[in-house]
């Protein structure tokens, strides 16, 4: 198996207090972490959100994404119900990698859509895996999941990698002015189940009034 686990220890969040732990995929070469907090291993569905990374959204506290409200919420739900696990996967820009998601965030700036974008540049719309999930949440002692997603497609692909998902949580949070038609798009082509005035979750940064565009 290419996923290996490396090496656990705490992590003080606002939410709570998650233990981070650490798996390597030799073969792609890519650095994975898994946050758990409470019990998760007790055999019970466990809250679980699968995160594909978004450097811009995640850290940077972009707004043209919906990722780091996403990533703040599904913290913020794990620590609520007490027990849970955020993965967080290092395949940044849907896959393409953080350089191409910013040539194509140029093509966005131009006028094309998140899909139109991708493909100008001779990607596909989505070149994520999900195959490191269930090594992951097996080394974890995690069985089932109740997935905190809006995409048909993440549940389909973590089914198909053998992760047994229970239920969709709907996880719609953080629309605003500058991703509106990000998200449009994702419920247009990419299949997502969004409805069109989802409520949001502003976080710190969300309180400035747009500015541009
Ligand atoms: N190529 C590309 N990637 C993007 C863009 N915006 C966000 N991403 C990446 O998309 C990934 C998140 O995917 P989303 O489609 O927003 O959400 P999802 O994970 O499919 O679905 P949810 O579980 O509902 O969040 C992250 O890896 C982001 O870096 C974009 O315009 N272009
Ligand atoms: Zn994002």
Do not use: W
Not at 100 to 105: E, L, Q, S, W
Not at 119 to 144: K, N, T
Request: hydrophobic share 40%; with cysteine; net charge negative.
């Amino acid at each position: 198996m290419s996923i290996q686990y490396i090496a656990s220890s705490k992590l003080p969040t606002p939410f709570g207090v998650f233990t981070m732990h650490g798996f390597e995929d030799t073969v792609a070469g890519k650095e994975h972490v898994a946050l758990t907090l409470g019990d998760v291993g007790n055999g019970e569905p466990v809250l679980a959100r699968a995160h594909s990374e978004c450097l811009t959204g995640d850290a940077l506290f972009s707004m043209r994404c919906d990722c780091g409200y996403q990533l703040e919420e599904a913290m913020r739900a794990v620590a609520e119900a007490g027990h849970g696990v955020v993965l967080y996967l290092r395949q940044e820009g849907r896959g393409i990698g953080l350089l191409n998601k910013i040539r194509a965030y140029h093509l966005q700036d131009q006028g094309a859509d998140t899909v139109e974008a991708n493909e100008q540049l001779g990607f596909g719309a989505d070149l994520r895996d999900y195959s490191m999930c269930e090594p992951m949440l097996s080394h974890l002692g995690i069985y089932a999941i109740r997935l905190m997603t809006n995409n048909p497609r993440k549940v389909r692909a973590l089914s198909d990698a053998g992760v047994k998902v229970v239920e969709r949580v709907a996880l719609e949070v953080g629309r605003n002015p500058y991703n509106e038609g990000y998200l449009s798009t994702k419920a247009s082509k990419l299949g997502h189940m969004l409805s069109s005035a989802a409520a949001t979750a502003p976080l710190t940064h969300q309180d400035d009034e747009p500015v541009g565009e």
